[in-house]
């Protein structure tokens, strides 16, 4: 099979797992995942599930990172700070999409990586900073989302007070064994909460992360 015809089938079964927005299907039908995953994976950089890519680090299950892009529910432009650079392929199907993007990792071999990579496949406008996700990136904001793709104990205050008013967050909130994907609305009255079930991420380092 090609990587087109494994990429398209990918898409297909987002579909069927119930992703709707046509412009998350859209990037994700066009950003290279098999760019993104060490090469003895490439093979299986279009199975729906996550990979290693190093340092005990994963770039996420498919189906997640479509899942996540698609609550942010974004305007046509905007911008959006990634916590969780990772692989780059998540700031790479935002980037596809139109939106302005921010990354922040804080291990410099990945950020190092993953900034050479994007640039290599033409994202040439992703900002990855190698730096504590836990103070978010005052650089960029108000940001029209946050997306944090390590799970916290505790939702970061500094990333969200980033987000524009009626914008939204969406992060993994839990411990090693048990998280929830919880999305957040900055709203005129305050946060507004919503879940959209359960996950297993790696964890954020740092304060808002959990021991061990
Ligand atoms: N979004 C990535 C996958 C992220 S894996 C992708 O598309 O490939 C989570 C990443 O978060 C890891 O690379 C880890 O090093 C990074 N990370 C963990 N804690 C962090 C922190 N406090 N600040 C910045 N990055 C952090």
């Known amino acids: 099979m090609t990587v087109e015809a494994a990429r398209e089938?990918?898409?297909d079964l987002l579909v069927e797992r119930g992703i709707r927005d046509d412009r998350v299907l859209r990037a994700m039908a066009t950003v290279p995942r098999h760019e993104f995953v060490p090469p003895r994976y490439q093979g299986d950089a279009y199975a729906d599930s996550p990979l290693p890519i190093g340092n005990g680090q994963t770039i996420s299950q498919p189906f997640i990172v479509a899942l996540m892009?698609?609550?942010l529910a974004l305007g046509p432009r905007g911008s959006v700070l990634e916590i969780g650079t990772g692989s780059g392929y998540q700031a790479a199907v935002l980037a596809e999409m139109g939106i302005e993007v921010y990354t922040l990792e804080c291990l410099d071999g990945l950020a190092s990586a993953a900034?050479?990579?994007?640039r290599d496949l033409?994202?040439?406008g992703v900002r990855v900073f190698c730096a504590d996700g836990n103070d978010g990136w005052p650089g960029g904001a108000p940001y029209e989302?946050?997306?944090?793709?390590?799970a916290s104990r505790e939702v970061p205050r500094a990333p969200y007070a980033?987000?524009?008013?009626g914008g939204t967050m969406v992060l993994p909130i839990g411990d090693e064994e048990n998280q929830e994907l919880v999305k957040i609305r900055r709203g005129p009255d305050?946060?507004?909460?919503?879940?959209?079930g359960a996950c297993r991420f790696v964890k954020l380092v740092g304060r808002h992360g959990w021991s061990k």
Not at 115 to 118: D, G, T
Not at 145 to 150: D, F, K, M, N, P
Not at 190 to 196: D, P, T, V
């Open 9 to 11: 089938r990918m898409v």
């Open 69 to 71: 892009t698609e609550a």
């Open 115 to 118: 900034r050479r990579r994007l």
């Open 122 to 124: 033409g994202y040439t």
């Open 145 to 150: 989302g946050v997306l944090i793709t390590a």
């Open 162 to 165: 980033q987000l524009r008013l």
């Open 190 to 196: 305050g946060a507004e909460e919503g879940f959209l």
